[in-house]
């Protein structure tokens, strides 16, 4: 049985509120770390009891304990995660403030649709993310000079036919040649949901999100000059 603490928040998005599932150690202390988990588009809508039908909110929810605040939010049935960067900006921000996080180690994760929000998060808020774990995911390969100070792990199936390897592939070969630091796991053998369960269940990617520590506060101006 899960000792983690499960809260849920039923928000009115009109309101330009998000819902969210929060989940804190039994043993919450100031200056935790705070994983954001951006979930799938199957999970969207209003019931935030579908957010822990996958990856880290199911694990919690089936007994898996986790030394840090976990902020879930639930993007509406009408949107996807990059229509939405400002909700989750300001949630992640009250969270933080609320339960008093270590400001340096925020870092965000998810997979398909929560994996493309993953990328999208961090390309608007360069240098907020102490770290970044998009699974199955894609963005804009000419913003990557945008991550050149964040480190980034990305996770894909190899027979992924819903989002394409090379979504994963062009956005890690980009933040490298802007002169980041990106790392590609591929995922033998493994499609698109399985390889996300995969990522989140059997490697390390949730423990390279504790471990990483954001030092540079500086901004990152996007290099528009550079490209037009």
Known sequence: MCNMKRELHNENFK??????????????????????????????????????????????????????IILCPQCPGEFVWNNLVREVKKLIDEIAEEYQSDKSRISITGSSMGGYGTWEMGLTYPNFFSAMAPVCGGAMPWRAGNLRNTPVRTWHGEIDTVVHLVNSELMVDKVNERGGNAQLHILPGFAHNDGAEEAYNNTDLIPWLLSQQRTNFEPVPEALSELF
């Open 15 to 68: 309101e330009g509120k998000l819902g969210y599932i929060l989940y804190t150690p039994e043993k919450l202390e100031k200056n935790m770390p705070l994983i954001v988990f951006l979930h799938g588009a199957g999970e969207r809508g209003s019931n935030l009891e579908h957010v822990e039908r996958l990856n880290i909110p199911r694990m919690i929810k089936e007994g898996h304990e986790l030394d840090a």
